[in-house]
């Protein structure tokens, strides 16, 4: 081949070469992009707001409360753990002086007077009756002027303000918020902006959990802790058979009562994983030396006890043992027998997805409800407790039950009230005029009838 047939060849060869290497990119620039990966659902306000508090927000509890102190006193109350043994006992104090001094009108008028100068702010966006009833009496107690916002269609969030721009709004009209919320962890958050408030020099309120989502319901366990010291504190008459009894009456405690709090087997029925109110009661349950703590709870992962708990128990070193039923053994008798305090809850259906539904339908729940017969086998001194609403459809405890006298639910109830009193006394700094007037009052009456 001659120089010049072999320069043609070449030529030839990368021109095929190129017209292959062109057909190659067309087909490859032809092909359809791959989709690009879905981004999901943009952040809402409330969790963009949040962030702001990410941090903060993952910390370990422990780790949380020193910043919601002030000078050694509860400044704000987002989480049960904040309550010591010593606090609880304080409040309890407290709550039995407001209301023995409210029962004659001298008391009445002292305690209505005593902080007729301060203003609350109810900011309830979830629905409540108990909770919200409940403070606002204790608000009216101590003679606190309250408004609400118990709809955020009615607020100025409809305008896309958020909802710390509104805690901040009420910042500047209130001395304390107390507000419940279906958003997990906005008190706390909220209390968080307080703080920051504070620290450059601007006005800064005390933040009240009355229920954070999921999370914590701090006050219901404090009112749950209140009634149990004060039904550990009564005994039944040693001559009136149990069943006959108009209920309790104070006295000397009795039977495995007479530790108060400490060293007991304690029952929650129901749904633990989704009760806020079973996660903060156990929490300050777990205060008290000697506990034992049992969950009553079908097998299931929305249901049963969520890891959080379990670990924050165990870090307390308090033995948990979780069955599902309340026939189950525990040291060799049925669970209801065992227990010295038993805390009903209803399965919380707001909360389920349409995926819940055929996992759910296989539960058999006859396990988790109270029958009379179930209640005659319980201790003679073990209350029966419920945070309320029961649930008529469910039926965890039926209306026959509540003529009982270890039937708790409603007392609880009414306990709240006072021991709500006795936590706005204590944040308001008004405490110490409370127990000042009672022992002053109850003094000059005993010198008086001596």
Same mark, same amino acid.
């Given at each position: 081949m001659t120089h010049a047939e072999r320069v043609c060849h070449n030529a030839a060869s990368r021109s095929r070469d190129g017209i292959a290497a062109f057909a190659r990119w067309v087909a490859a620039?032809?092909?359809?992009?791959p989709a690009p990966e879905s981004p999901g659902p943009p952040a809402s306000q409330d969790e963009r707001d949040l962030s702001l508090y990410a941090d903060r927000l993952a910390r370990p509890v422990i780790a949380k409360t020193a910043e919601l102190q002030l000078n050694g006193r509860l400044r704000h109350?987002?989480?049960?753990?904040?309550?010591?043994?010593?606090?609880?006992?304080?409040?309890?104090?407290?709550?039995?002086?407001?209301r023995v001094l409210s029962k004659h009108r001298a008391g009445q008028d002292f305690l209505r007077n005593l902080l007729s100068h301060r203003r609350a702010m109810l900011y309830f966006t979830q629905p409540s009756t108990r909770t919200f009833l409940s403070f606002m009496a204790a608000c009216q107690i101590l003679g606190l002027t309250c408004n609400e916002v118990r709809d955020p269609q009615t607020s100025s969030e409809t305008k896309g303000e958020t909802r710390f721009d509104s805690i901040r709004m009420f910042s500047s009209y209130f001395d304390l918020i107390i507000m419940r919320s279906p958003i997990a962890r906005l008190a706390e958050s909220c209390a968080y902006l307080m703080n920051d408030l504070s620290v450059h020099g601007q006005r800064s309120v005390p933040i009240i959990n009355a229920g954070s989502g999921a999370d914590e319901h701090p006050t219901q366990a404090l009112l749950d802790v209140y009634t149990l010291q004060r039904t550990f504190a009564r005994e039944e008459p040693a001559d009136t058979?149990?069943?006959?009894s108009p209920g309790f009456r104070p006295g000397v405690a009795f039977g495995s009562a007479s530790n108060g709090l400490a060293g007991k087997t304690y029952g929650f029925c129901g749904?633990?994983?989704?009760?806020?109110?079973v996660r903060s009661l156990a929490m300050l349950l777990a205060e008290y030396p000697g506990n034992r703590l049992v969950f009553v709870t079908p097998d299931h992962d929305k249901l049963r006890m969520r890891d959080d708990l379990r670990r924050r128990l165990a870090d307390r070193n308090v033995t948990v043992l979780e069955v599902d039923s309340l026939e *189950?053994? +525990?040291d060799g008798v049925p669970a209801?027998?065992?227990f010295d305090a038993l805390y009903m809850t209803r399965v919380q259906k707001e909360h389920d997805t349409p995926e819940d539904a055929e996992s759910f339908a296989a539960i058999d729940y006859s396990a988790y409800r109270l029958t009379p017969a179930l209640v005659a086998r319980m201790k003679a001194? *073990?209350? +029966?407790?419920?945070?309320?609403?029961r649930d008529q459809h469910f039926g965890?405890?039926?209306p026959e039950i509540d003529a009982d006298p270890r039937a708790m639910y409603f007392r609880q109830a009414r306990n709240g009230m006072w021991i709500r009193a006795a936590l706005l006394a204590h944040v308001l700094d008004a405490d110490g005029a409370i127990a000042r007037h009672f022992h002053h009052t109850y003094r000059e009456q005993h010198e008086y009838s001596s």
């Open positions: 620039v032809s092909e359809p992009l109350v987002i989480f049960s753990g904040q309550f010591s043994a010593a606090t609880l006992d304080d409040l309890a104090e407290t709550a039995n002086q407001i058979p149990l069943g006959a749904d633990i994983g989704r009760g806020r109110t *189950a053994q +525990i209801i027998e065992a001194h *073990a209350p +029966i407790l419920h945070p309320f609403p965890e405890i039926p």
